[in-house]
């Protein structure tokens, strides 16, 4: 990104959370109620989101049920009740979410120049319904269900790099997550990433990562 006259083959994207809005906490409060004191409920929102990354860690299976499974983890942790139907509801909620309001124009824009890809950590069900309301034409969707891997995975990465007979040189990576896209990619030799900061990670140092504050950014740097 620090050469002006780069220009990458692909701009590929994580979904959810960088493109489409991930409100998961008003979710997360309507199934735990009152049983996280006030004090407390940043501690266990944070808790609940680090267990959800932990889950994706191992072999692929449908992401309701690692919603599912986190959510259960976590309670256990906490000494409360685990809603038996969580999954679903957060399931429900992931499906229902649509783009953060600064993304659908600038992401069209970007299309008329680029090949767009999205690389996701949901099943192919959630892309569905998720990808049309970005209203951008995507060369590529991937899904961790078609990878057989979750992000930070390096599966997840490689079968990207295989379905596009492509090489990490060729990409500039948008992401919200530091944990499970930059800093796995950076290990793989991806070079050209870029944090979109939504408050969700910190950037971590050492690592090449540029930042922008909005897709419009991205843009100017893209020289569209």
Same mark, same amino acid.
């Given at each position: 990104?620090?050469?002006?006259?780069?220009?990458?083959?692909?701009?590929?994207?994580?979904?959810?959370?960088?493109?489409?809005?991930?409100?998961?906490?008003?979710?997360?409060?309507?199934?735990?109620?009152?049983?996280?004191?006030?004090?407390?409920?940043?501690?266990?929102?944070?808790?609940?989101?680090?267990?959800?990354?932990?889950?994706?860690?191992?072999?692929?299976?449908?992401?309701?049920?690692?919603?599912?499974?986190?959510? $259960?983890?976590?309670?256990?942790?906490?000494?409360?009740?685990?809603?038996?139907?969580?999954?679903?509801?957060?399931? $429900?909620?992931?499906?229902?979410?649509?783009?953060?309001?600064?993304?659908?124009?600038?992401?069209?824009?970007?299309?008329?120049?680029? =090949?767009?890809?999205?690389?996701?950590?949901?099943?192919?069900?959630?892309?569905?319904?998720?990808?049309?309301?970005?209203?951008?034409?995507?060369?590529?969707?991937?899904?961790?269900?078609?990878?057989?891997?979750?992000?930070?995975?390096?599966?997840?990465?490689?079968?990207?790099?295989? =379905?596009?007979?492509?090489?990490?040189?060729?990409?500039?990576?948008?992401?919200?997550?530091?944990?499970?896209?930059?800093?796995?990619?950076?290990?793989?030799?991806?070079?050209?990433?870029?944090?979109?900061?939504?408050?969700?990670?910190?950037?971590?140092?050492?690592?090449?990562?540029?930042?922008?504050?909005?897709?419009?950014?991205?843009?100017?740097?893209?020289?569209?």
């Amino acid at each position: 990104m620090s050469n002006p006259t780069f220009r990458p083959k692909y701009v590929s994207f994580d979904c959810y959370g960088t493109l489409i809005s991930w409100p998961m906490t008003p979710i997360t409060k309507e199934l735990v109620g009152d049983q996280v004191p006030a004090e407390q409920w940043d501690q266990f929102v944070a808790e609940f989101r680090g267990y959800r990354y932990d889950q994706v860690c191992g072999e692929y299976y449908p992401y309701e049920q690692v919603l599912q499974d986190s959510f $259960e983890r976590v309670c256990r942790k906490w000494g409360i009740e685990a809603d038996p139907n969580a999954g679903k509801r957060f399931a $429900e909620g992931v499906r229902s979410w649509g783009p953060h309001p600064d993304v659908v124009e600038p992401l069209k824009k970007m299309g008329e120049h680029y =090949k767009l890809v999205i690389l996701s950590n949901a099943d192919d069900s959630f892309l569905a319904e998720s990808v049309p309301r970005l209203e951008a034409d995507f060369h590529a969707v991937y899904t961790a269900e078609q990878a057989g891997y979750y992000k930070p995975r390096y599966g997840a990465f490689e079968y990207m790099l295989e =379905k596009l007979d492509a090489k990490p040189e060729d990409f500039v990576h948008v992401s919200s997550h530091s944990r499970y896209d930059p800093l796995p990619m950076h290990d793989m030799g991806f070079r050209n990433l870029v944090m979109l900061d939504r408050g969700y990670d910190p950037v971590p140092p050492g690592y090449g990562i540029v930042t922008v504050k909005s897709l419009d950014e991205l843009n100017t740097m893209l020289g569209i």
